[in-house]
């Protein structure tokens, strides 16, 4: 497993109070719903989910933002909010506090609608920041290419490498894409219960966002 644990920051950067936040909100409603019973955890679970079934009839369509706030362990939220400390700052910082806002939001309910759409009639909850975390991958490879991402390798070999941002996220989406292409096939172990196309849509809005906010800058300079 390799596990990102820093990158480059550019010096003088603001401090990403928005990331922060997003990071904390997410951290507190998993607390909230380590103090729930079984029964209303699954009453939450399924009023404040996106449930696929129920968004294609136009229904709680606010479960489109809700659900990025909710987890369904401690792996799946360790593994998003390390990604997001590690990348989201950058974002920010390029971006400004309220587009960044207004980017992880509309990424995150794009994403959500790219699972939906693979899978209308399903009634499982979709849950996890992890399709606008994608978004916020999606805008960093574009923005951000030669950074270094320091990692870390476990636990075969526990040491720390360095690798281009490009490489590193470039892998990540790859595989991403091929278990989302899996997904369309028989359901497995391997393939069932993650959101794959919530990750692919959300990187490919953060690739075409990343673009654009590129060449937007480069308009500036010139």
């Given at each position: 497993m390799v596990v990102p644990i820093g990158d480059e920051n550019r010096p003088g950067a603001p401090t990403p109070y928005v990331n922060m936040t997003i990071v904390l909100a997410n951290i507190l409603v998993f607390v909230y719903m380590l103090t729930l019973s079984l029964p209303d955890l699954e009453r939450f679970v399924f009023s404040f989910g996106a449930i696929p079934a129920e968004i294609t009839r136009g229904q709680d369509l606010y479960t489109l933002i809700t659900s990025l706030f909710i987890h369904g362990g401690w792996l799946h939220i360790a593994g998003n909010m390390i990604f997001l400390w590690v990348f989201g700052d950058n974002i920010e910082a390029a971006f400004g506090h309220g587009l960044y806002a207004l980017f992880y939001l509309g990424a995150g309910v794009l994403a959500t609608m790219s699972q939906?759409?693979?899978?209308?009639?399903?009634?499982?909850?979709?849950?996890?920041?992890?399709?606008?975390?994608?978004?916020?991958?999606?805008?960093?490879?574009?923005?951000?290419?030669?950074?270094?991402?320091?990692?870390?390798?476990?636990p075969f070999i526990i040491w720390v490498a360095r690798v281009n941002a490009i490489v590193f996220l470039g892998v990540w989406f790859i595989l991403q894409f091929l278990s989302g292409i899996a997904s369309l096939g028989v359901r497995t172990v391997q393939t069932g219960g993650v959101a794959f196309w919530a990750h692919i849509g959300g990187f490919v809005v953060g690739l075409v966002v990343g673009v654009v906010a590129r060449r937007a800058g480069r308009q500036r300079r010139g």
């Open positions: 939906v759409l693979i899978n209308t009639q399903s009634v499982v909850p979709s849950i996890g920041a992890s399709g606008a975390i994608a978004a916020v991958l999606g805008a960093y490879i574009v923005l951000f290419p030669g950074r270094e991402v320091r990692v870390w390798v476990f």
